[in-house]
């Protein structure tokens, strides 16, 4: 049986490289025995600053591939509103999760199809077989 592939959207530019990758990698290593995952961070630090090209047309052909978005919405970045964005028109499952569900904007609203308050939640919900819910 084939793998379902996560796509891991949140902030990487403004963000420490240590801060955009650690949830990255705590969310692959608990649950690669289920899932792939797509790593925008690995194509982002591996390319010069001035190739955004290769940048955006890795992200993109990430969420042609993946089955589901997840994005982790500390602050809000453009990269990540796009990639939603490009989920949400490619019929992906979206999962979000955003601290303060108080200041959630009305696009996340509609796009997503599961808002979580934190990445604890996202995992067990990720680990379940998700109750019908996605």
Known sequence: MNKK???LSGPILGCEKKRA???RLNIMSKLKYKYDFIDPTTEMY???ADH???VVS???KGIEECDIVLAYIPFYSMGTSIEIYWAYKANKKIIAVLKN???MSAFLKK???IIFE???EAYDFLEGEFGGRI
């Open 52 to 54: 955004f090209k290769e």
């Open 46 to 48: 591996e390319v010069e």
């Open 21 to 23: 990758k650690k949830w």
């Open 101 to 103: 569900t108080n200041e």
């Open 58 to 60: 890795f992200a993109e």
């Open 5 to 7: 592939k996560i796509y």
């Open 118 to 120: 934190n990445l604890d």
């Open 111 to 113: 796009y997503a199809d």
